[in-house]
T-cell receptor, first 112, second 115 residues
């Protein structure tokens, strides 16, 4: 069974620090990777997508992908209390199914 | 563009009843995927509809079913509700073209409570 693993946390960082969220996946055929943010009681909201090895930056967010190690990460620079949420890593099934497989999420808490 | 909409937002049902949830995708999107989210299991894939056909199915019992209409709106139905069906039901829309950049956007969800 194809799996996406995340540390459930909670990950607690002080305001202004860098938050580092990690994700590993089992399907070597996966080509598309996504990070979603979910506030308590709300639905997931797309933050970033990444398809190639290396880094992709968007504002305070940087996604990193290493397909050889089957590892995706999300860095949040200058963390703010408003970043406190659960972060979901999603990987597209590399086989014929093509659906998204989600990790269970990492809960991030940014302390003022 | 308007986002994904789901109705109703909240539902309370009793065991044994059935329920129908509705999802309207982003204009131009032809794929609708449904997920169940519970605190213990996280986001679990139910099924995907594309061009009125079920294209993909997760590992849920036959009590969970769905359909898609010609305007891409989708419904999911759960029959003979069980207490364990209490969850947040999310739908997500995408263009469905299976390109490397195909991205899913979520609706606000329907929170179902089964008593």
């Amino acid at each position: 069974q194809k799996e996406v693993e995340q540390n459930s946390g909670p990950l607690s960082v002080p305001e202004g620090a860098i938050a580092s969220l990690n994700c590993t996946y089992s399907d070597r055929g996966s080509q598309s990777f996504f990070w979603y943010r979910q506030y308590s009681g709300k639905s997931p909201e797309l933050i970033m997508s990444i398809y190639s090895n290396g880094d992709k930056e968007d504002g305070r967010f940087t996604a990193q992908l290493n397909k050889a190690s089957q590892y995706v990460s999300l860095l949040i620079r200058d963390s703010q209390p408003s970043d406190s949420a659960t972060y979901l890593c999603a990987v597209r099934d590399g086989g014929s199914q093509g659906n998204l497989i989600f990790g269970k999420g990492t809960k991030l808490s940014v302390k003022p | 563009k308007a986002g994904v909409t789901q109705t109703p937002r909240y539902l309370i049902k009793t065991r044994g009843q059935q329920v129908t949830l509705s999802c309207s995708p982003i204009s131009g999107h032809r794929s609708v995927s449904w997920y169940q989210q519970t605190p213990g299991q996280g986001l679990q894939f139910l099924f995907e509809y594309f061009s009125e056909t079920q294209r993909n199915k997760g590992n849920f019992p036959g009590r969970f079913s769905g359909r898609q209409f010609s305007n891409s709106r989708s419904e999911m139905n759960v029959s003979t509700l069980e207490l364990g069906d209490s969850a947040l039901y999310l739908c997500a829309s995408s263009n469905g073209e299976r390109g490397i950049g195909e991205t899913q956007y979520f609706g606000p969800g329907t929170r179902l409570l089964v008593l």
